[in-house]
């Protein structure tokens, strides 16, 4: 993957901006970012990269990767989970509560008899 201060570079020059027009569209010195783009700037703070990638009309997610801060795992969870996005912070409070729950019970005595059974989903 490139380095985040090459992906930055070719995305200012498509948007042909200056270092300086996009140091104030992100709130940065243009020394800032030119630190960044070359690579003098070994690790960008992440508030930088999401400001810099709001104003080169990116999502802050591919800035964030190149730079490390996440992880492919992070924006594809191996084992995704469809409507998340539906629920508001008490029912994902709710089903903390139940994956818990469900966690706790494989560490119980997996063969103990009465209570709740694990039943097949599919």
């Known amino acids: ?17 200056s270092l300086k027009k996009l140091g104030s569209a992100c ?23 999401c400001k810099i990638a709001e104003a080169l009309d990116s999502h802050p997610f591919e800035f964030l990767l190149a730079a490390g801060y996440i992880t492919e795992n992070d924006i594809h969870p191996p084992i995704p989970i469809q409507g998340l996005n539906k629920l508001n912070d008490s ?3 709710y089903l903390q ?10 560490h119980t005595n997996e063969n103990s008899k009465g209570g709740l059974q694990q039943c097949d989903l599919d």
């Open 97 to 106: 509560l139940l994956v818990d729950f469900i966690i706790s019970r494989k």
């Open 27 to 49: 709130s940065l010195s243009d020394t800032e970012i030119s630190k960044i783009e070359s690579g003098k700037r070994k690790s960008p703070s992440w508030i930088s990269l």
């Open 91 to 93: 029912d994902i409070n």
């Open 1 to 17: 993957m490139a380095e985040i201060g090459e992906i930055i570079k070719q995305k200012r020059n498509a948007h042909g901006l």
